[in-house]
């Protein structure tokens, strides 16, 4: 009797161990994409993503643990285990739909050009022929470049940061990103004084997407449905828009404003 009472006890622990473990989420983020993840002086992680991955955390009442990777290898190292899901500013798109899962968007914002101010370039097919063209390696804006500037020279980069200092040596002609990391993390500092956007938006679904999401593992349901409502709780009670003004004039849950 006394040793089934052990073995009881023991399965009860072991139980409430597992329990205790699984509210412990671990999220995949870069700490490489200011102003959407970037690293602190102290080295601590901050940046949009930072703040809204722990906000989808404390929203569904899960202990957060922010695990480190590089861009292209977050999601070999999701499918692998390494983390439960990503909040890295990936856009949702068929191609990695393929692979994995997403929650709603939690933001959408349009891809531009930026060239020097008297390059005289064009953010088109034929303005960019023969240029060297800067691109995260692994992002959807190699798949837009590959795509739609055949006859630029594409070049790839392991981060965003590598891309804007290569932009500013001179190293390459113009570089397409996210049009929010272009104007916070490189035209509103001093060495992007003298370059601007070029003309027009680049939206295209096919390789940009629905909006950001969180990734989870194809089979998650219940993670991704969760982080779904999470999204929408902490953009109905005022955490999203909280998070949101501390690091951009205005919602980018649906896209940039007119005139940026």
């Not at 914002?109 to 101010?117: I, L, N, Y």
């Not at 190293?171 to 500092?189: C, T, Y």
């Not at 938006?201 to 629905?210: F, K, M, P, Q, S």
């Amino acid at each position: 009797m006394i040793r089934r009472t052990l073995l009881a006890a023991a399965a009860l622990a072991a139980l409430a161990t597992g329990a205790l473990a699984q509210d412990t989420l671990r999220i995949g983020v870069e700490g490489a994409y200011p102003p959407f993840s970037y690293k602190e002086a102290d080295g601590s992680l901050a940046g949009f993503d930072i703040e809204i991955a722990k906000a989808l955390c404390a929203q569904m009442k899960r202990e957060c643990e922010l695990v480190e990777q590089e861009w292209d290898g977050m999601i070999p190292a999701l499918k692998a285990r390494k983390f439960d899901a990503i909040v890295a500013s990936m856009s949702i798109t068929e191609e990695r739909k393929r692979q994995i899962d997403f929650s709603d968007k939690y933001y959408k914002t349009p891809a531009r050009v930026v060239a020097p101010k008297d390059s005289g370039l064009e953010g088109t097919a034929e303005g960019l022929a023969g240029k060297r063209l800067g691109v995260q390696r692994g992002s959807t804006h190699q798949c837009y470049a590959e795509a739609n500037f055949p006859d630029a020279e594409i070049v790839l980069y392991g981060t965003q940061d590598e891309v804007f200092r290569d932009l500013s040596l001179g190293r390459i002609d113009a570089q397409l990103s996210d049009s929010l990391i272009a104007q916070e993390g490189f035209l509103s500092k001093p060495e992007g004084a003298d370059y601007a956007f070029l003309a027009g938006d680049h939206t295209d679904v096919e390789c940009y997407g629905e909006g950001v999401g969180v990734a989870v593992r194809k089979g998650d349901d219940e993670l991704r449905d969760a982080f779904s409502a999470a999204i929408t709780a902490i953009r109905d009670n005022g955490t999203y828009k909280t998070i949101n003004d501390t690091y951009f004039p205005f919602d980018i849950y649906g896209g940039r404003p007119e005139g940026m």
